[in-house]
């Protein structure tokens, strides 16, 4: 298809284009699921779709708050460690072995409110933290928040003595186990996350506004877009959900370790990349990531299933970044003749 | 000037926070720790054993934490080596790649002793070991045991969970256990990797294929806090104590703790207490460069062999099986009661 046959194309036919490059990621995704059904042994059963929307819920709660973050023309590092703070601090006070200090409240269920707001503020108060150095003290974000990555998980250490907090109250394990049309409730909060979060990147001011700024942060100033503001509850919330990534971790695994959610930050950097967000700021929709997100677990699932060494995970997975970036790459061109 | 009063306010806090200097105590000399990482339980535990066994027989011990990283450790080494310490205790991140370094230390007069990761490639002053090849063998005994009782023969499938595949230590573990189940046909065994040992992957691992191999009989996982995840996944999809036989290596407290609560079989314990104490046995000998004979000795009540390898002395301590029979002993490290009792140094 040359430069003039695009230019020829008739309206429905570029509407069918546009809608196919907005959802790029989906159709990849609809494809590998349909190759691994086909062609991985035990791969195509709804106890594997189930577990595949399950896998998704922790790097995809973070992943939601680092692309508000990248979206907003930043960067956050710091999304592992937090969650691993506050899955550590869940841990110690609402696990009753290892170091778990085993606090129970009257009634019982008062145990999730009070841990969840507790992990969400312990998140936010990390975010408050790289929001001030990033905005207010106008310091560089990959630094603060590289900084805080390794800072914070070293206070994971320090605080768990590098024990482990074990059996978490039942009231909060509850959520790790009880199912919903065979997908666990802890998935379910994932999929709420995704879908308020879209709603409001997509549908509110706010949203508008932080893609604005990270499209162009002096264009977005002089419009009278309180930038700096933005930027810093963009921070703050990114710490938030990756302190309520850290929740769902905790709960999932029944406790915390020191070594809890490492290696997730890459994978929530794939999934938003993946997921169509730029990494220089202003382009992408949450949707597109938990596609992403879902396609990353889909992959890791065949490989379990094939056996293949581990190592595979992570080639594929690079390969796949590369992937979605050329086809990024491809679809600005193909945009660009088009218009 | 506010922005610059700011950064002011927050670079003195953040000095501030970080410069807490140690003091320090007269005793015979300084002994480095190079511990691989701070991330799991046996690890931290033997910087408590150690420093707690040294100091009983006189020595001073700073642990360096090298966070998993060959590089950082080796680096560690040579600062260490700068600093002239009495010895060095060296548990290493990958066994061979720190072989220059021991040499490196040794040939400027520092002895270096080796804890629970053998080296065998370069001579060393003194090695502590329960051997991993050999709780692979005792996970296999374990595991021959298990499935007879439950199937009346050894047949069925296993599930084998390593930790991170870039880890020597689990792939020492994994080599031992299938070298005993090879003779076994009618034992499928599946393995995977939790990268990185992180435990959310251990537990993904069990929930898918738990799904796609619903008939597994029996998980074994190399180390006790991937269980914790392993039995959560396991309580997901509606299993209870029992329904799944599981397994798993290194006597974490955690594991001790699944044994109790009956889902886990056996947890095949590496004798934490016993190796460090024997390290701090025969510290004066190492540090004074004196001969170690070889022979049986008590440690910690436990029958060690030592021999002379051609690596150097090495004294191999029993590891055990640790069952709800034998759960609450107190030698057991998982159940964290370091020995009250003073360290007797070898004569």
Same mark, same amino acid.
């Given at each position: 298809?040359? =430069? ?18 907005? =959802? ?28 595949? @929307?399950?896998?998704s ?6 992943? /939601? ?12 590092l ?5 969650? #691993? ?11 009753a ?45 990959? @630094? ?9 998980r ?13 059996? &978490? ?16 409730? @802890?998935?379910?909060i994932? /999929?709420?996350?995704? #879908? ?12 508008? =506004?932080i ?5 162009? #942060?002096?264009? #977005?100033?002089?419009a ?8 810093? @509850? ?24 020191a070594?809890?959610g ?22 992408g ?9 879902? &396609? ?14 581990? =190592? ?17 790459? &491809? ?6 003749r088009?218009? | 000037?506010?922005?610059?009063r700011? %950064? ?54 700073? +642990? ?45 007069g ?44 050894? *047949? ?25 189940? *090879? ?7 599946? +393995? ?8 959310s992957?251990?537990? +993904?691992?069990?929930?898918?294929q %738990? ?28 299993? *209870? ?57 008590? !440690?910690?009540?436990?029958?060690s !062999? ?17 069952t ?24």
């Open positions: 298809m040359n =430069h003039r046959t695009l230019r020829m194309t008739s309206p429905r036919q570029r509407a069918i284009a546009e809608f196919v490059l907005d =959802h790029l990621v989906w159709f990849m995704l609809a494809t590998v699921l349909l190759a691994f059904s086909l062609f991985v042994p035990n791969f195509f059963q709804i106890g594997i779709f189930a577990n595949i @929307i399950e896998q819920t922790f790097v995809g709660v973070m992943a /939601i708050g680092l692309a508000i973050v990248i979206i907003a023309g930043h960067m956050d710091s999304v592992e460690s937090t969650a #691993a703070l506050a899955a550590m601090i869940t841990g110690i006070l609402f696990c072995r290892g170091i778990g200090l085993g606090i129970t409240l009257t009634p019982e269920w008062l145990v999730v409110p009070v841990s969840l707001l507790m992990a969400l503020a312990v998140g936010a108060v990390i975010g408050f933290l790289n929001g001030f150095f990033t905005i207010r003290l106008k310091m560089n974000a990959f @630094i603060v928040t590289l900084a805080s990555y390794i800072w914070v070293g206070l994971v250490v320090a605080i768990s003595g590098g024990r482990s907090a074990q059996d &978490l109250s039942p009231s909060l394990r509850v959520i790790g186990i009880e199912q919903l049309l065979y997908v666990p409730l @802890i998935a379910w994932a /999929i709420l996350c995704f #879908a308020v979060f879209s709603f409001i990147m997509g549908r509110t001011p706010f949203g508008r =506004h893609t604005l700024i990270g499209g162009n #942060a002096v264009a #977005a100033f002089r009278g877009i309180k930038v700096d503001r933005l930027m810093f @509850i963009s921070f703050i919330l990114a710490g938030a959900i990756a302190g309520l990534a850290g929740w769902l971790l905790a709960i999932r695994t029944s406790g915390a370790t070594n809890l490492t290696g997730m930050l890459f994978n929530a950097f794939a999934a938003v990349v993946i997921g169509g967000v730029s990494l220089k700021g202003g382009v929709k949450l949707p597109g990531v938990y596609a992403g997100v879902l &396609l990353l677990s889909s992959i890791h699932t065949a490989i379990n299933l094939m056996g293949l060494p581990a =190592h595979y995970t992570q080639v594929i997975l690079g390969l796949l970044v590369l992937a979605a970036v050329l086809l990024d790459t &491809l679809k600005l061109q193909i945009r660009q088009f218009a | 000037m506010n922005r610059l700011r %950064l002011l306010t927050a670079s003195i806090a953040i000095a501030a926070m970080t410069a807490v200097a140690p003091a320090f105590a007269d005793s015979k000399g300084k002994i480095y720790y190079m511990v691989p990482t701070l991330l799991d339980e046996f690890q931290t535990e033997s910087v408590s054993s150690i420093t707690k066994f040294m100091g009983d027989v006189g020595y001073e011990v700073v +642990t360096l934490n090298a966070d998993n990283k060959t590089d950082l450790q080796q680096s560690q080494m040579n600062d260490t080596i700068l600093q002239k310490p009495a010895a060095i205790i060296l548990a290493a991140v990958d066994f061979n790649a720190l072989a220059p370094s021991i040499e490196k230390a040794r040939a400027a520092i002895p270096v002793m080796i804890f629970d990761r053998q080296i065998t490639s370069t001579p060393s002053d003194l090695t502590s070991v329960a051997g991993t090849v050999e709780i692979g063998h005792v996970a296999a005994g374990e595991i021959q045991r298990l499935l007879t009782e439950k199937k009346g023969g050894v *047949k069925g499938k296993i599930l084998q969970v390593l930790g991170d595949p870039a880890d020597p230590y689990t792939l020492d573990i994994q080599k031992g256990f299938e070298e005993r189940m *090879k003779e076994f046909p009618d034992v499928q065994i599946i +393995t995977l990797p939790a990268m990185q040992w992180e435990a992957n251990a537990g +993904t691992i069990v929930s898918d %738990l799904v796609a191999n619903p008939d597994i009989d029996l998980i074994f996982l190399h180390a006790a806090h991937l269980s914790v995840a392993a039995v959560a996944a396991l309580e997901a999809k509606g299993k *209870k104590p029992g329904d799944v036989m599981l397994i798993s290596s290194n006597g974490a407290p955690v594991g001790l703790d699944l044994i109790r609560k009956g889902w886990l079989n056996v947890e095949v314990e590496q004798p934490l207490y016993a190796q460090a104490a024997a390290l701090a046995m025969f510290a004066d000998k190492v540090v004074n460069k004196q001969e170690i004979k070889p022979g049986t000795y008590k !440690v910690l009540g436990l029958d !062999v030592l021999t002379i390898e051609p690596w150097g002395p090495n004294i191999k301590i029993p590891g055990a099986a640790i709800k029979d034998n759960v609450d002993e107190a030698r057991f490290w998982g159940n964290l009661k370091a020995p009250a009792d003073k360290i007797t140094p070898v004569q």
